[in-house]
């Protein structure tokens, strides 16, 4: 069975940028759902629109593949889905194991998407002698003591920490020195790792609070829009009444010169 410990993509070496990278998966999701609805060909336009992205960007991502589609038929889907998925490298068996398993971790575990996107969750590992030999997800808990034996056992080279902030640095540093070259870190905090290990953060934390930002600025500019179409209406109420001084009969409202006097809105 290929591990992650003997195959590598040769994505760096194709130069690949690392922004067309972080798109891969989105338009692989995509096309993935059209082939599951027997969806033959696809257009940029089409693609682009399910993935999020807009299709120059997405032409241009696809042409560092080697793959152009055909004028007037568009993409084929399932040669898509198996380029992009090689160029991943999710044709072969990528073993991993999840540090943490308390509510996140045991979440991570029990995630049935792994399988069908390449990955297998080869071990779980936890500190707690409580949680050893208790099975999530149908597999047994193991102690975090045998964590470099686990690791070199299964030919692990991806690592998911989903421990307590205080503890995943300690973690990272003996995944690490077990042979995982890359980890993807749920834990918040950031992770110091020698160079050639890849992390990947997720801070859901961070997102929302992007999010909330994101909220706050749309409600400015509702407040501002309000705000403006408020003094455009008590502008408008200027002319009329300027216009109402300027109809008066017997040349009521005027100055000592025969001028109207100057109506300025509030």
């Not at 307590?164 to 980890?183: E, H, K, M, N």
Request: aromatic share 4%; hydrophobic share 45%.
């Amino acid at each position: 069975m290929a591990t992650g410990r003997t195959h590598r993509t040769a994505t760096r070496s194709r130069g690949i940028p690392e922004a067309t990278v972080a798109r891969l998966p989105l338009y692989l999701r995509a096309l993935t759902g059209l082939s599951e609805r027997s969806v033959p060909t696809v257009s940029s336009e089409e693609l682009a629109a399910a993935a999020g992205v807009n299709s120059a960007k997405l032409r241009k991502d696809f042409s560092y593949l080697g793959s152009y589609g055909t004028r007037g038929v568009g993409y084929d889907v399932e040669y898509l889905v198996y380029q992009i998925s090689r160029e991943l490298g999710l044709t072969q068996d990528w073993p991993v194991v999840i540090v943490g398993i308390g509510n996140l971790g045991a979440a991570l575990a029990n995630y049935g998407g792994f399988a069908s996107r390449g990955f297998r969750v080869a071990a779980l590992i936890d500190a707690d002698p409580a949680m050893a030999g208790k099975p999530v997800a149908g597999i047994p808990v193991q102690h975090s003591d045998d964590l470099e034996r686990i690791i070199a056992d299964n030919g692990v080279s991806i690592g998911v920490i989903a421990t307590p902030a205080g503890a995943a640095q300690p973690v990272c540093d003996r995944l690490v020195a077990a042979g995982v070259t890359s980890i993807l870190n749920f834990a918040p905090t950031v992770l110091t790792v020698p160079d050639g290990v890849d992390v990947r953060k997720v801070d859901l934390s961070i997102e929302l609070q992007i999010l909330a930002f994101h909220e706050q600025r749309k409600a400015g500019e509702e407040a501002d829009a309000a705000a403006a179409a408020a003094e455009a209406g008590a502008g408008d109420t200027a002319p009329v009444v300027a216009a109402k001084v300027r109809g008066g009969s017997g040349g009521r409202g005027k100055g000592p010169d025969g001028d109207v006097p100057a109506v300025m809105p509030a």
